[in-house]
Each structure stands twice: as structure tokens, then as C-alpha cells.
T-cell receptor
């Protein structure tokens, strides 16, 4: 199984600023994903991070607000731009090693509070 | 569209009680089904999975059977412990998706009292 490390684990940010979250996997993975977990709610997929190309965003999420990078097969970043209190959430990185029938692994998440 | 519905929580049980957390799904094709657990202050961990109809996933005393006829994947445990207190998420992976993205239910909080 892959081990996923996220940094920072938590942060308190001022509205209008941006925060970049890093996700490091200890082995090469095929797919990487970013999820948001708003307080008391389930996980919602923000985007699939594609290695060497633009991320694929889900409905309701846009690149200008959540730019994503994936420079190689083990690393990805998510930036939350121009933050507002509504962006206060846990952001989770996920990875999957194979193409089919393999489970996804999750990082411990980044707890973001925007004040 | 594809979706997962879980019973609302919190579910509060005494230690050694029997646990059932209901999960039903709507999906096109033949999804794989998962239960993830999130302990306080931690990330999600895969608890068990089933990839086709009638498969039973099991781990740490938890079980769930993939029921295609009722589109369900209920989580059960015969005797819960205080350490089982966590949030449990049912999820599906769409078979037609080449990225394997997961769709999650809303989560069910389990509180086990000694």
C-alpha cells in the first residue's frame, strides 16, 4: 500500500490569501485526486491531477480557484486561491496505484480555517 | 447520476452490541463498493471492499455483502468496541470511469459507549 503525506496538516489563513497544499506519495502512482470535506459533510471530488497535463475538474470546481500541479508520478499540489470563510474545509489527497480494481489511499488531510 | 446514500447518524451503541450501517447506491453499470473509516483526527482508511455482486468484504470483524438486487452494501459487525468509534463512509467506484474516482455517501458517525 502507498503512504501519502500531506503538508501542512492544518492552517489558519486570512481571507483573500492563497494556500498551497502538498501531497507526496512514497511510490509511483497512476492516479492522484483531490477531495474536499466540508464540516460535517462527505467527501467531494475537486479534480483528478494528471501527470504532465492540466487537471480534470469536477462540476462546480474551476482551475482559477483550485489550481493543481502534478509534475511527476509521486507529487501533487493543490492551491486554494483567494480564500473566503466558505473554503474552510479538510482537503484530502488520494492516490491509486493501478488502473483497475485497486483501492485508493488517502492522506491525513489538511484542515484549513479561513478567518 | 451515480450516488450513495447512507443511514443518518450518529449511531450510538453500547460495547458488544450488534452494528448495522445501511448503504444503498445508484449506479450505471457494475460499480465496485467500498467502506472507508475515519478515526478522530485521522485520514480515511479502507475498511473493506467488494468488486462484484454477492462478494463479501470483511476486515477487523466488519462485513458487507454486495447485493445487486437491492443495490445495497450494508456494513455489519457482531460486537462493537469503543475503539470502533469513528465516521464510516460508503463509496462506489464507477466501472465506466477510467480514472476510478470515488463517490462517497454522507458518512455515518458511530459512537460506542463502554
Amino acid at each position: 500500500s502507498a503512504v501519502i503525506s500531506q503538508k501542512p496538516s492544518r492552517d489558519i489563513c486570512q481571507r483573500g490569501t492563497s494556500l498551497t497544499i502538498q501531497c507526496q506519495v512514497d511510490s509511483q502512482v497512476t492516479m492522484m485526486f483531490w477531495y474536499r470535506q466540508q464540516p460535517g459533510q462527505s467527501l467531494t471530488l475537486i479534480a483528478t491531477a494528471n501527470q504532465g497535463s492540466e487537471a480534470t475538474y469536477e462540476s462546480g470546481f474551476v482551475i482559477d480557484k483550485f489550481p493543481i500541479s502534478r509534475p511527476n508520478l509521486t507529487f501533487s499540489t493543490l492551491t486554494v486561491s483567494n480564500m473566503s470563510p466558505e473554503d474552510s474545509s479538510i482537503y484530502l489527497c488520494s492516490a491509486r496505484q493501478g488502473i483497475s480494481n485497486t483501492e485508493a489511499f488517502f492522506g491525513q488531510g489538511t484542515r484549513l480555517t479561513v478567518v | 447520476g451515480d450516488s450513495v446514500t447512507q443511514m443518518e447518524g450518529p449511531v450510538t451503541l453500547s460495547e458488544e452490541a450488534f452494528l448495522t450501517i445501511n448503504c444503498t447506491y445508484t449506479a450505471t453499470g457494475y460499480p465496485s463498493l467500498f467502506w472507508y473509516v475515519q478515526y478522530p483526527g485521522e485520514g480515511l482508511q479502507l475498511l473493506l471492499k467488494a468488486t462484484k455482486a454477492d462478494d463479501k468484504g470483511s476486515n477487523k470483524g466488519f462485513e458487507a455483502t454486495y447485493r445487486k438486487e437491492t443495490t445495497s452494501f450494508h456494513l455489519e459487525k457482531g460486537s462493537v468496541q469503543v475503539s470502533d468509534s469513528a465516521v464510516y463512509f460508503c463509496a462506489l467506484r464507477i466501472s465506466s470511469s477510467n480514472t476510478g474516482k470515488l463517490i462517497f455517501g454522507q458518512g455515518t458517525t458511530l459512537q460506542v459507549k463502554p
